[in-house]
Nanobody, 123 residues
Framework: VQLQASGGGLVQAGGSLRLSCAAS????????MGWFRQAPGKEREFVAA????????YYADSVKGRFTISRDNARTTVYLQMNSLKPEDTAVYYC?????????????????WGQGTQVTVSS
């Protein structure tokens, strides 16, 4: 499975961005698709995840109510709509996929990773 993330950029606090992650290859093997982020000097952290089949969604407390994860019906693209952005949301955002059996919030349980896209929120 190959993942290609896009949509990052520079935005003012309170603004919005929409990230996209296109999946190709053996996408039928995906169980969860997730978004993670990594700020300078910090560990990569869970942001949101979606069950590839069924569409159940999960969020980190820090983004709940502000971010929305979704996927297209063809299950080839996952999105992260980010509203009410804060400077502390600044990070490189990565999309990832797992084959199931792991924890949707745990970085090490994901099998496929995209290249990351930078999100910078200015105050």
């Amino acid at each position: 499975v190959q993942l290609q993330a896009s949509g990052g950029g520079l935005v003012q606090a309170g603004g919005s961005l929409r990230l996209s992650c296109a999946a190709s290859g053996r996408t039928f093997s995906i169980y969860h698709m997730g978004w993670f982020r990594q700020a300078p000097g910090k560990e990569r952290e869970f942001v949101a995840a979606i069950r590839w089949s069924g569409g159940s969604t999960y969020y980190a407390d820090s983004v709940k109510g502000r971010f929305t994860i979704s996927r297209d019906n063809a299950r080839t693209t996952v999105y992260l709509q980010m509203n009410s952005l804060k400077p502390e949301d600044t990070a490189v955002y990565y999309c990832a996929g797992d084959r199931g059996g792991g924890r949707y919030y745990w970085t090490a349980d994901y099998d496929y990773w995209g290249q990351g896209t930078q999100v910078t929120v200015s105050s």
